[in-house]
């Protein structure tokens, strides 16, 4: 059930309707039906991965939190045996994840380092399963931290591990922030209806207009790339629109959704194209995944024995300054190399994340460098004119690490960054067949993107100005606040592809 089809909508309103009329204390009962419900429409064979994840996450924690030996509570178990229990249960959630996710990337490679012939196998992947997985496992290990107390009710965690909006694309939550509002009552009221309602028509008109229109040039450019090679570029180009529409789109719908039911979801994305550099792209570009990252993978490494062994082995070899951040650098190759398989089972998507990583490790390394150049150069980098060119320097950054996330190989990506660099015909751009009237409307298609896109971008300038829309919106009188509204809500149609005709979103499949 796509988050942009109509299906989903009436689904929406249906559990709405009845989460309003139900008494308070039965709403989490109500969300945690509804949850599975939904999450079983898509197969009811998905229901025994959550299951299992669940059921594993809820009894680990169990398990771990039993460190202070309260009187009356069962026998405390030792700081060993708790760091056992965290280990086993990390290994047995991951793993299944490493099992359905990795497997055949692993064979082939195996086949071809050693000449072998396993035999790839046919698992299936359970929607949104690396979102809860890692969801589940920084839950584990908050209560192995004593962060957040755990869960003793089965069903009550259930909600948290499956609540329906983001368990297919995030954002990744945090059992701290979601408990209290998952489980207290919730009043009906009109302003977080109207709230909800514009956020989920922004992430359609993101969706449907910006994105579903980009992907078609995407398609050419990149599956088509032999026989468009003078859009390479441009084709990269739209795939940053499409990406972003897309996810951010659907993360615009998750957030509104969950409003709606009177529950706030962290936000997942900042207006990522105004980074002034990658370090920055990424506390603004899928942020929840970042913070995981940071949290439960950064921090554990960088502050580990090991690493404080290295970190003295550094300083001895390059130098008091240097040695200070190799530990840190390292530390976030690791990480990157995470991202990059989290991304999915390729070497492109390796390269994808230690491309972003050497560079933010590369950074680190040279930002006294960096200073004394600015400093030698006279570079004011408070002045409006080092901060757009800071801009400009991350967003072509940013787009030449898409090659790798969009092409279907290596020596693809790298053959299209050369066409993007050689070869540029934007008359190319007129041949892109647009749905079954060929190139009928292709240019109509161009101005629909480029109208989506300055929009989408006039937006954002005005948030990253500190200007809230929706209250901006609040403040004028009724009659143009409902004529912005049902502009937008027109326009979607008018401008947008019709959701049955569209690709489901792309992040859904990780």
């Known amino acids: 059930m796509s988050l942009i089809s109509m299906e989903f909508l009436i689904f929406v309103f249906a559990a709405l309707a009845v989460y309003y009329l ?37 009894g680990a924690a169990l398990l771990v939190s039993q460190g202070e030996g309260q009187a009356g509570e069962v026998k405390s178990m030792s700081a060993k045996g708790r760091r056992r229990a965290l280990v086993l249960a990390l290994l047995l959630v991951f793993g299944l ?11 082939g490679n195996l086949n071809l380092l050693l000449h072998t012939e396993f035999r790839f196998q046919n698992f299936l992947l359970p929607l949104g399963i690396s979102f809860y997985t890692f969801q589940s496992a920084g839950y584990i290990m908050d209560v192995y931290w004593k962060r957040c107390e755990p869960e003793r009710n089965l069903f009550r965690f259930a909600l948290f591990v499956s609540f329906f909006p983001q368990i297919l694309q995030g954002p ?23 709230k909800g309602a514009l956020r989920i028509l922004w992430g359609f008109f993101k969706k449907l207009v910006v994105a ?55 936000e997942n994305f900042k207006r990522p194209f105004f980074a002034v550099s990658i370090t920055d792209f990424w506390h603004r570009w899928h942020i929840t995944l970042g913070t995981w990252m940071k949290d439960y993978l950064f921090y554990p490494l960088s502050l580990s024995r ?81 901060k757009i060119f800071q801009i400009i320097r991350t967003f072509v950054l940013v787009n030449i690490s898409w090659f790798f996330d969009r092409a279907d190989t290596i020596p693809q990506a790298l053959a299209m960054m050369k066409n993007a660099v050689t070869c540029f015909s934007l008359g190319e751009l ?29 937006v954002s300038f005005v948030q990253e100005k500190g200007i809230s829309i929706q209250n901006a919106l609040a403040a004028r009188p009724w009659m143009f606040k409902w004529a912005v509204y049902l502009l937008l809500l027109f326009s979607i149609p008018m401008l947008g592809q019709p959701p049955d005709s569209t690709g489901g979103f792309i992040y859904a499949q990780f």
């Open 22 to 58: 139900i008494p308070g204390r039965y709403q989490w009962i109500w969300l945690l039906g509804v949850s599975y419900v939904y999450y079983a429409s898509s197969g009811l064979v998905y229901l025994i991965f959550i299951g299992y994840t669940t059921l594993v996450t809820y």
């Open 97 to 107: 994840l490493a099992v359905l996710k990795y497997t055949n990337f692993a064979i």
């Open 172 to 194: 990744i939550g945090r059992y701290s922030r979601l408990a209290r509002q998952f489980y207290e009552p919730h009043r009906f009221d009109s302003a977080r209806i109207e």
């Open 212 to 266: 579903e229109t980009a992907a078609v040039f995407v398609a050419a450019a990149f599956d088509e790339y032999q026989s468009y090679p003078g859009i390479a570029l441009f084709g990269v180009l739209a795939y940053t629109a499409q990406l972003y529409g897309d996810f951010s789109g659907g993360m615009d719908v998750v957030i509104g959704v969950s409003v709606l039911f009177g529950i706030e979801l962290d």
């Open 306 to 386: 090991a690493m404080g062994r290295f970190k003295r082995f550094c300083k001895k070899v390059f130098g008091r300054t240097y040695g200070r951040v190799m530990p840190i650098c390292v530390s976030n190759l690791v990480v990157f190399f995470a991202v990059g398989i989290w991304h999915g089972p390729a070497w492109k998507f390796i390269v994808y994340g230690l491309y972003n990583g050497l560079i933010i490790a590369f950074s680190g390394l040279m930002a006294k460098n960096y200073q004394k150049l600015k400093s030698v150069c006279h570079v004011n980098d408070r002045s409006k004119g080092w």
């Open 430 to 458: 007129l041949e892109v067949h647009v749905g079954t009237a060929g190139t009928t409307y292709t240019v109509l298609a161009l101005l629909i993107l480029a109208v989506g896109c300055g929009v989408v971008f006039a």
